[in-house]
């Protein structure tokens, strides 16, 4: 484990309540980054990162310094995100705005692209977006934290608390599923 994290969770323990700050500042983006990529929201993404923290700084005296603080804290961001997403309902879920936040917006380099390529980038980015919400809540985070976050699948299976063999048949529907939104994607081209 981390050192630093170590003295700073032996500081929160010991009373200074203040010192859990720092484990926040330290951990917050990656936590924020995962839970953007499971909730498809930043305003989801914020109340979660908030979640996380609460229900860490809660259940700081049950963490076993055996691991690392920043794996257990992302373990319980996933949890939040899930549950975050399970609450807003797959009706919700899956229907598609049409809008993009900002983060989501397609970046262009100085030279002005012409609006055929605008177009394609936006319906690319919207097909994505809808693709990515057709998938259950426990396969997106499965295939986030694998695909995007790299993880191993036994990182996985920790994360979501499931046996292995079900994370790896999380990621293999999800991919399914991918595939055919993509393949249909071909159709109408």
């Known amino acids: 484990m981390d050192k630093n994290d170590h003295a700073t969770i032996q500081a929160v323990l010991s009373g200074d309540k203040e010192a859990y700050g720092a484990l926040v500042a330290h951990h917050s983006r990656s936590v924020f980054r995962v839970a953007y990529r499971i909730t498809g929201n930043e305003a989801d993404a914020d109340e979660v990162v908030q979640d996380a923290f609460m229900r860490g ?33 797959n009706a919700s879920n899956r229907a598609s705005t ?73 990621i293999y529907r999800a991919i399914h599923k991918l595939r055919h939104r993509l393949a249909l994607l071909k159709v109408r081209t």
């Open 57 to 89: 700084y809660r259940k700081l005296e049950s963490f076993e310094s055996r691991s690392n603080f920043g794996t257990w804290i992302y373990r319980i961001a996933v949890r939040c995100a899930l549950d975050k997403v399970s609450r807003r309902g």
């Open 98 to 170: 049409g809008t993009e936040t900002e983060s989501e917006a397609v970046q262009v380099p100085d030279r002005a692209p012409d609006p055929e390529a605008l177009l394609l980038s936006g319906e690319i980015g919207a097909f994505r977006e809808s693709a990515m919400h057709s998938l259950t809540p426990l396969e997106r985070a499965a295939f986030t934290l694998r695909h995007m976050e790299d993880c191993s699948m036994e990182e996985i299976a920790a994360a979501l608390e499931i046996a292995p063999n079900a994370a790896k048949q999380a």
